[in-house]
Nanobody
Framework: QVQLVESGGGLVQAGGSLRLSCAAS????????MGWYRQAPGKQRELVAD???????NYADSVKGRFTISRGNAKNTVYLQMNSLKPEDTAVYYC??????????????WGQGTQVTVSS
């Protein structure tokens, strides 16, 4: 059993900053990639940023230069530093992990989501 637990969402004014955290726990053999997605009301879930075990990172064009994804030393945690927030960043943010469980194969796992609201 694997759990992804997120924290750090909230309400912030435009131009402000928030830092999201996510920790993976359970019967994990290896983590191939971790990342953040978001879903705004009436829109599809979209990739915000991800980070692979090899160290490569990807960002959505809309957040480049403002958001930074990083991994903790234990590699089972992922952070999203969000600066210069805009009202259009308002969404539920989900942590995701592509990982291999002990005695099993690789699967995608999702956190429960954390609300980020940016007021204008």
């Amino acid at each position: 059993q694997v759990q992804l637990v997120e924290s750090g969402g909230g309400l912030v004014q435009a131009g402000g900053s928030l830092r999201l955290s996510c920790a993976a726990s359970g019967s994990i053999f290896s983590i191939n990639a971790m990342g953040w997605y978001r879903q705004a009301p009436g829109k599809q879930r979209e990739l915000v940023a991800d980070n692979t075990s090899g160290g490569s990172t990807n960002y959505a064009d809309s957040v480049k230069g403002r958001f930074t994804i990083s991994r903790g030393n234990a590699k089972n945690t992922v952070y999203l530093q969000m600066n210069s927030l805009k009202p259009e960043d308002t969404a539920v943010y989900y942590c995701a992990a592509d990982l291999t469980v002990l005695g099993g194969g690789a699967h995608d796992y999702w956190g429960q989501g954390t609300q980020v609201t940016v007021s204008s």
